[in-house]
Nanobody, 126 residues
Framework: QVQLVESGGGLVQAGGSLRLSCAAS????????MGWFRQRPGKEREFVAA????????YYADSVKARFAISRDNNKNTVYLRMNSLKPEDTAVYYC???????????????????WGQGTQVTVSS
């Protein structure tokens, strides 16, 4: 497992942008699949985006496709989530997660991930 710490959340107006960061500890970060999930008030945790260990493959929920971009820097042990054109419905606690490997068909399942950060709040005002 790796330890994960998210940062970059905050309050932004609709249409604005934020970049979340997730710093990981451990020398094996570059071998992990990394994901971003979010949990809106009263809702279950949902998949937002994921990225393969090399960064060569990315995956997105339909609700954020074309607005959000996931990336990683294995030299800095950090994964990012760039969020553009934010909407009030993007308001949630955003979590970073890691897993050593995952099938493409299951990469959006929270249960596949075994390391989680503490979350960072993103609030989008209308």
């Amino acid at each position: 497992q790796v330890q994960l710490v998210e940062s970059g959340g905050g309050l932004v107006q609709a249409g604005g942008s934020l970049r979340l960061s997730c710093a990981a500890s451990g020398r094996t970060f570059s071998t992990y699949v990394m994901g971003w999930f979010r949990q809106r008030p009263g809702k279950e945790r949902e998949f937002v985006a994921a990225i393969s260990w090399s960064g060569g493959r990315t995956y997105y929920a339909d609700s954020v496709k074309a607005r959000f971009a996931i990336s990683r820097d294995n030299n800095k042990n950090t994964v990012y989530l760039r969020m553009n054109s934010l909407k009030p419905e993007d308001t949630a606690v955003y979590y970073c997660a890691a897993v050593s490997s995952a099938y493409d068909s299951r990469i959006s399942y929270p249960t596949e991930y075994d390391s989680w950060g503490q979350g960072t709040q993103v609030t989008v005002s209308s």
